[in-house]
């Protein structure tokens, strides 16, 4: 089950919450070859002054921390983090240096849910 958490000093419509997250999710099953029905995805929107980066310009911040199974290509992370970058940019008025990702890998098995334990990933 990954988990991407997207932190931000936007203040988003439920609507514009709502195509964000499933922009995200398609996003993230296409680039990582899953599909979308165990993918988790939060949106925290804070105060200007609870976030901050060094090399920020005026305007919002947005960064994504992705909990995601270990194994996938670089290529394919940098593929993900790139389209949820440039979708905040063109879309929400994210200055390009303020738009951050992060990957934290972990082993298949320390991802679950109630009803499963993930598993380790393998590309089909």
Known sequence: MPLLQLSTTLSLSPAER????????????????????HVAVT???LEPSAMAIGRATDGPLLFLD???????????KRAF??????????ELGVPNPNAKVVFTEHAGENMMGLDR????????
Do not use: K, Q
């Open 43 to 45: 949106i925290t929107e």
């Open 66 to 76: 992705a909990e995601i199974r270990e194994g996938r290509p670089f290529e394919r």
């Open 18 to 37: 709502e195509a964000f997250v499933a922009f995200v999710t398609d996003r993230y099953t296409e680039e990582m070859e899953t599909t979308a029905g």
């Open 117 to 124: 334990v993930g598993g380790d990933w393998a590309a089909e």
């Open 81 to 90: 983090a790139v389209a949820v970058m440039e979708h905040a940019v063109a």
